[in-house]
Nanobody, 123 residues
Framework: QVQLVESGGGLVQAGGSLRLSCAASGRTFSGHGMGWFRQGPGKEREVVAAINWTGGDTYYADSVKGRFTISRDNAKNTLSLQMNSLKVEDTGVYYC????????????????WGQGTQVTVSS
């Protein structure tokens, strides 16, 4: 069992930055692909970014490429998402998720989820 706890959300103006963190505990973090997902108001949950166990392979949704950076520190069991040049449409609840094996873009392939952190971008 892996427990995930997100932090770092908040209210920011368009063009600003936020850094989300996800702390993992419980079962070993080893061998798990990780992902950040978000769910905006009235929208379905969508993948934002994902990363493999070593950090050597990453994925970004087209909507965030060049603005967001996903990273992980396996020694500290943490996953991060640096979000720059935020837009109003980035507003939503952001979740970190973990799955055994390689990362995936479908949310239903992930085994463990955090409770989510709210990100609100104002115009």
């Amino acid at each position: 069992q892996v427990q995930l706890v997100e932090s770092g959300g908040g209210l920011v103006q368009a063009g600003g930055s936020l850094r989300l963190s996800c702390a993992a505990s419980g079962r070993t973090f080893s061998g798990h692909g990780m992902g950040w997902f978000r769910q905006g108001p009235g929208k379905e949950r969508e993948v934002v970014a994902a990363i493999n166990w070593t950090g050597g392979d990453t994925y970004y949704a087209d909507s965030v490429k060049g603005r967001f950076t996903i990273s992980r520190d396996n020694a500290k069991n943490t996953l991060s998402l640096q979000m720059n040049s935020l837009k109003v449409e980035d507003t939503g609840v952001y979740y970190c998720a973990a799955k055994i094996g390689w990362w995936a873009t479908d949310w239903d392939e992930y085994d463990y989820w955090g409770q989510g952190t709210q990100v609100t971008v104002s115009s």
